[in-house]
């Protein structure tokens, strides 16, 4: 029985089109921002459900098994991005995201990702639920002019052009750290009813 764990997380894909129009979003947030930020690689974009830091691959077989018996029952939905915002705050912004609607499906797949954890022994997750697709993470000192020129970004971005888009399942990765950024690479698939 293999004990090793890794780190991994539960995602929503994009589909390529929206890759496309959230990395040219991504390369003018670039070019109007200066400093130390890590952005996401159009590759690498995905809505995060759920971070696992250590999932032993022992209990795969019984995640997936868990999370069809539910989550194969919810019929497809649409997510719409909405805003763009940072974490924590801007006063000290680390992350700049991009915020999405809260379907009611989203935060029932949330749920039984959360008690399937649970089940195999993972603790909860301490923080709110908050869905979004991280762009971009702040590594070094920013300045205040950096952080004038984050808020003046977002606060003129117009959330409309871009449109809704279907979600149709849902995959768990492992994700390896390199120098080179981090690999992910896809475990299994659940898909939802249609």
């Not at 009611?104 to 639920?129: K, M, V, W």
């Amino acid at each position: 029985m293999n004990n090793q764990s890794f780190r991994s997380f539960l995602a929503i894909d994009l589909p390529e089109k929206d890759k496309d129009k959230v990395n040219k979003l991504i390369n003018k947030l670039r070019d109007e921002i200066s400093g130390d930020i890590k952005w996401v690689r159009k590759f690498n974009l995905h809505i995060t459900l759920k971070f696992i830091r250590q999932f032993r691959f022992q209990d795969i077989r019984h995640f997936k098994d868990c999370l069809e018996a539910s989550i194969r029952l919810i019929g497809n939905f649409e997510i719409r991005f909405n805003s763009l915002g940072v974490f924590p705050n801007f006063s000290k912004p680390r992350v700049i995201w991009f915020g999405l609607n809260y379907p009611e499906e989203l935060s029932r797949i949330f749920q039984i990702s959360e008690n399937c954890c649970e089940n195999l022994g993972y603790p909860r997750d301490e923080r709110r639920f908050s869905p979004h697709l991280t762009l971009g993470r702040i590594k070094g000192k920013i300045t205040n002019n950096q952080i004038k020129k984050i808020g003046q970004s977002i606060s003129f971005f117009d959330p409309s052009i871009f449109s809704s888009f279907p979600v149709q399942s849902i995959n768990f990765y492992q994700s390896d750290l390199t120098s080179r950024g981090p690999v992910y690479s896809r475990l299994f698939n659940v898909k939802l009813m249609i």
